[in-house]
C-alpha cells in the first residue's frame, strides 16, 4: 500500500464545501445584544431602470442579520425603492440622468465613518461617473464587496490592490472583462481563473456559476473552495444581488471575508434547491430566495446537529439537474 507520508505530507488547499464548513463559521449572538453588536453596512447601488437590483441587496442583507442597513442611491429613484423597503434607510444621492456622478460623492462621504463595510455595484450603471464614485468608495479603506456593474467599472479602471478584506463576486463574463481573458478559457479553468483574479487584486474572489469558486484573499497560503449546492434554478436575474446582500450582511457582522462568502454561497445555494425541490427548476423568482435563507440556515443548523467530530454527519449528493440533497440518520432529506 501507500506510505502515510504519501497523505500527510501533501497540503491540501482546495475543498468541497460541506455543511460541517458552514456549521463552524456559525456565530451564535450574545442574549444580552443589541442591533449595534451587528455591525452597519452601507449598500451603494441602483441607477435608473435599476431599482430593483438595489432594494433586492438591501433587503437581503436585513434578512441576512446586518443591525443596520442603508441605501446610498440616485436621489430621482428613491421613492420608488423606498416603497419596497421597511427595515432599510435609505440615502438620496444627487445624480445625473438617473446614475451616480462626481456630484455625489460629497453627500456619500458624510457616511464613511458609518460604515463597517460597504456593498457597491448591483444596477449601478457603467460610466465614468460612477467610476469615480467607486474610487472613493475605495480611498476609504473599508472591507468592500463589489458585484455586479461595480466590477464592470472596476475593470475599466487601473486600479491594483483592493482593500483589506474586501471581496469581489464576478460571473463568467464579469471576470472576462476583469481580466480579458475569454470566458470558455474561464470556464476551462475556474478554479486557476478565481486564483489569478484574487492575486491581481490581492482581495478574496467568488467566481459564481455552476459549482462557485471561492479564494482566499492570500493564494500562496490560503484556500480554495467548490460550492456543492445551487442549481439551474438560480439561472434568473437578481440571484446575484441576493448573494451580495447576503456576504455584505455577514461581513459587519464579524466573519471574515474567507466565512462570509463560504456561508454565503451555501446558504444561497441551498435556499435554491429547497425551492426546487418543491417548485422545479423553473419557477423561482430572486425574491424568492429572501424568504427561504432561514430555511437554509436552520436546515443546516438543525439537520447536522454537533457531534463530535460529526460523527452523524452522512452527506449523499443527489445530483438532479445539479440539485444537492441529503440524507441525514436514515432520513428523507428535505
Known amino acids: 500500500g501507500y506510505p502515510i507520508e504519501a497523505f ?4 491540501v488547499k482546495t475543498f468541497l464545501l460541506e455543511p460541517r464548513d458552514i456549521l463552524t463559521n456559525m456565530k451564535a449572538r450574545a442574549e444580552a ?24 441587496t438591501a433587503n437581503t442583507a436585513v434578512r441576512g442579520g446586518a443591525g443596520l442597513v442603508k441605501l446610498a442611491l440616485p436621489e430621482t429613484i428613491e421613492t420608488q425603492a423606498r416603497s419596497h423597503l421597511i427595515e432599510v434607510m ?28 460597504v456593498v457597491f455595484g448591483p444596477g449601478v450603471g457603467v460610466s465614468d461617473g460612477v467610476g ?63 486564483r489569478d ?3 491581481r487584486y490581492q482581495t478574496t474572489v467568488v467566481l459564481k456559476g455552476r459549482n462557485t469558486v471561492i479564494t482566499e484573499q492570500d493564494v500562496e497560503y490560503g484556500n480554495t473552495y467548490i460550492n456543492p449546492t445551487g442549481g439551474p434554478s438560480l439561472a434568473s436575474g437578481g440571484t446575484g444581488d441576493i448573494l ?56 443546516v443548523k438543525t439537520r447536522y446537529m454537533w457531534t463530535e467530530p460529526f460523527a452523524n454527519l452522512m452527506p449523499f449528493p443527489i445530483w438532479g439537474e445539479a440539485r444537492r440533497n441529503y440524507e441525514v440518520k436514515g432520513e428523507t432529506p428535505i
Not at 500527510?8 to 497540503?11: D, G, L, Q, V
Not at 451587528?38 to 432594494?55: D, E, I, M, Q
Not at 446582500?245 to 454565503?264: D, F, K, R
Open 8 to 11: 500527510t505530507e501533501i497540503e
Open 33 to 56: 445584544s443589541h442591533k449595534g453588536d451587528y455591525g452597519k453596512l452601507l449598500v451603494v447601488a441602483g441607477s435608473r431602470g435599476l431599482v430593483g437590483a438595489a432594494v433586492m
Open 197 to 199: 483574479c484574487a492575486k
Open 132 to 194: 469615480e464614485v467607486l474610487r472613493e468608495i475605495l480611498s476609504w479603506n473599508k472591507p468592500t464587496v463589489i458585484d455586479a456593474d461595480g466590477i464592470n467599472n472596476l475593470a475599466t479602471m487601473n486600479i491594483g490592490k483592493l482593500p483589506d478584506e474586501s471581496i469581489i463576486t464576478p460571473h463568467p463574463g464579469e471576470m472576462s472583462r476583469l481580466l480579458n481573458k475569454g470566458i470558455d478559457k474561464i470556464q476551462g479553468d475556474r478554479i486557476n481563473t478565481a
Open 244 to 299: 451580495t446582500g447576503l456576504i455584505g450582511s455577514l461581513m459587519v457582522q464579524g466573519y471574515t471575508p474567507q466565512e462570509a462568502s463560504v456561508n454565503s454561497v451555501y446558504l444561497h445555494g441551498l435556499a435554491g434547491d429547497i425551492i426546487s425541490v418543491e417548485n422545479g427548476d423553473e419557477y423561482l423568482s430572486a425574491t424568492d430566495l429572501i424568504e427561504e435563507l432561514p430555511r437554509a440556515y436552520d436546515t
Open 90 to 117: 435609505t440615502i438620496p444621492l444627487p445624480d445625473r440622468d438617473g446614475m451616480l456622478y462626481d456630484d455625489s460623492i460629497p453627500e456619500l462621504r458624510k457616511w464613511r465613518d458609518w460604515a463597517d463595510c
